[in-house]
């Protein structure tokens, strides 16, 4: 998938997010599931949440510093947008 595509997709997620609500977001995420995955979902729920909450905890424990320091970048880079907004300095740096 070519970057211009993947940029069309990102953006119409976006819109129907901002449209349709966060239950657009996770019909698209569905979606990226092949069917008899989500038949197989569908016959075994508790199974499908205890894979999920497995998976969940495992990325935590390999990953968790690193999503802590994405996290920490995000919020740091939306309050410094702010603030700059805020204050009329509106010159953006990339």
Not at 10 to 33: D, F, H, K, R
Not at 34 to 39: D, G, K, L, Q, V
Not at 70 to 94: C, D, H, P, R, Y
């Amino acid at each position: 998938m070519d970057m211009d595509k993947l940029t069309d997709r990102a953006a119409s997620l976006g819109n129907t997010v901002v449209n349709e609500g966060p239950g657009a977001l996770l019909e698209e995420l569905e979606q990226l599931l092949p069917e008899p995955w989500r038949a197989q979902i569908a016959n075994f729920p508790i199974t499908a949440v205890a894979v999920g909450v497995g998976l969940g905890l495992f990325l935590a424990l390999r990953k968790g510093d690193e999503i802590l320091a994405l996290g920490t970048t995000l919020v740091s880079a939306a309050a410094s947008e702010n603030l700059s907004k805020v204050f009329g300095n509106t010159t953006q740096q990339a």
